[in-house]
């Protein structure tokens, strides 16, 4: 009888090890709202002590799960940056650097026309936007030329697979390990140019880009204020393999969620922005409180904001941008009253919209470095170094 206990339990473990095996990736509507929220309830800490302790284990399971223990050694190539454009109130240039040896991340550098002491830097990841895709679109383009009206020094770079950065597809299997890399890449690319402030630095992207905009705040200090739009969810762990497709949520019985990701961002300052027609319209009920308590650990509960917006949709809209830029403007010291009327409107139409010729990065003037490394598999042969 004992000896049938004993297989009957190894059995069970062996049973349970190749479920979870297979169950680490928590992919899209991983939970039912219910249990996002009952998750949430369940892991409230009581002390900033025990938050701290959690916040610890959250971030191991990021790194473990990125396989990013260790970040790779920066290259010391220099970055590229050409075909200046003065705009109304702002300059616009085509920038690449390497973020791995023979890996090119490739953007567009948003620059205050009016000289200052020093600037802040703002990141602008993109989402899975298309119609044009990616940096290209309307709404990056108007935000970005704002922010940098407003005093800020802005770089917009491409997912992978997106824009100029073809040297891979979008939905390499360690998209959210690269991605990673690449944004901690396009923070010292930021940090390296004269003038900006490391005291002042934030992050800002909606969709897949709140997804790179809380990952990026969660894994790296030197972001002092990020502002994720559309993305934070407790049930929703985004759908794409750039955002899920590693185990970051997830190992053995450990489990977390977007929300305790966010929430790494404490003390720092953090504006949510939601809306009623996706997987954020939660935001006021469920997961605001829960980041509330969090920073009321810190006594620091004025740094979190929502601006909840019920009528609206998916988007980095007009509204859903005003409430950036006068966040961005109080925790970065920017400037609101170079993007206001004489009415005293936000007023966005200096912000120029170029085409994919104007912006893109590699031409026949400027052509693709020679040494970048090209395919899914060389790519990953690339990560796994």
Same mark, same amino acid.
């Given at each position: 009888m004992?000896n049938?206990?004993? !297989?009957l ?5 062996l049973?349970?090890?190749? *479920?979870s /095996?297979q #169950?680490e990736l928590c992919k %899209? ?8 929220k009952a ?7 009581v002390s ?5 302790q959690r ?5 191991v399971?990021l790194r ?5 223990e260790?970040m790779?050694?920066r290259p ?5 940056i050409h ?15 390497e ?6 991340v ?6 205050p ?13 993109h989402?899975?936007w298309t119609?044009?895709?990616?940096r290209?679109n309307?709404q990056?383009? !108007?935000r ?9 020094? *802005?770089? /917009?770079w #491409?997912?992978?697979?997106y %824009? ?12 959210v390990?690269?991605q990673t890399i690449?944004s ?6 930021l ?6 402030d490391p ?11 709140g997804?790179q905009?809380?990952?990026?705040t ?5 972001i002092k204020?990020a502002?994720?739009?559309?993305m934070?969810?407790?049930?929703f ?8 497709g ?15 990701i ?7 300052a953090m504006?949510?922005?939601?809306d ?7 935001n006021?009920?469920?997961?605001y409180p829960y980041?509330?308590?969090i ?10 904001a929502l601006?909840?917006?019920p009528?609206?949709?998916h988007?980095y809209?007009p509204s ?8 961005m403007?109080?925790?970065?010291l920017?400037n ?8 005293g ?7 120029r919209?170029?085409?994919?010729k104007?912006l893109?990065?590699f031409?026949?003037?400027h052509p693709?470095p ?5 395919g ?5 042969t690339?990560l796994?170094?």
């Amino acid at each position: 009888m004992r000896n049938k206990i004993i !297989i009957l339990s190894t059995v069970c473990f062996l049973f349970t090890s190749s *479920v979870s /095996a297979q #169950d680490e990736l928590c992919k %899209g509507a991983y939970f039912t709202e219910a249990q996002g929220k009952a998750f949430l309830d369940a892991h409230t800490p009581v002390s900033l002590a025990q938050w701290q302790q959690r916040a610890k284990q959250i971030q191991v399971r990021l790194r473990e799960g990125m396989q990013l223990e260790t970040m790779p050694a920066r290259p010391a190539s220099a970055p590229v940056i050409h075909s200046k454009k003065i705009m109304d109130g702002y300059t616009v240039e085509n920038v690449a650097f390497e973020s791995l040896p023979g890996f090119y991340v490739t953007g567009n550098l948003y620059r205050p026309l009016a000289q200052q002491e020093s600037y802040a830097g703002i990141l602008c990841p993109h989402g899975h936007w298309t119609d044009p895709d990616g940096r290209f679109n309307e709404q990056m383009q !108007i935000r970005c030329a704002t922010l940098a009206r407003m005093g800020a020094v *802005v770089f /917009a770079w #491409d997912m992978i697979g997106y %824009g100029d950065s073809k040297q891979c597809d979008h939905k390499l299997t360690k998209g959210v390990k690269l991605q990673t890399i690449n944004s901690i890449r396009a923070l010292d690319f930021l940090l390296s140019l004269p003038g900006v402030d490391p005291a002042r630095i934030g992050v800002t992207g909606a969709s897949g880009g709140g997804t790179q905009t809380f990952l990026l705040t969660a894994l790296d200090p030197r972001i002092k204020v990020a502002v994720p739009c559309v993305m934070v969810s407790a049930h929703f762990f985004g759908g794409c393999t750039c955002e899920s497709g590693m185990p970051i949520h997830k190992k053995g019985s450990f489990q977390t969620n977007n929300v305790e990701i966010a929430a790494l961002a404490a003390p720092r300052a953090m504006l949510l922005i939601s809306d009623g027609d996706d997987w954020t319209k939660n935001n006021p009920t469920v997961e605001y409180p829960y980041l509330q308590k969090i920073y009321r650990l810190y006594n620091q509960e004025e740094k979190i904001a929502l601006v909840h917006l019920p009528d609206e949709k998916h988007d980095y809209g007009p509204s859903k941008r005003k409430a950036l830029y006068t966040f961005m403007a109080h925790h970065l010291l920017l400037n609101m009253k170079a993007i206001t009327n004489k009415e005293g409107e936000i007023d966005e139409t200096p912000a120029r919209l170029m085409t994919h010729k104007e912006l893109a990065v590699f031409d026949t003037d400027h052509p693709m470095p020679a040494n970048a490394v090209m395919g899914n598999e060389a790519v990953l042969t690339l990560l796994d170094r």
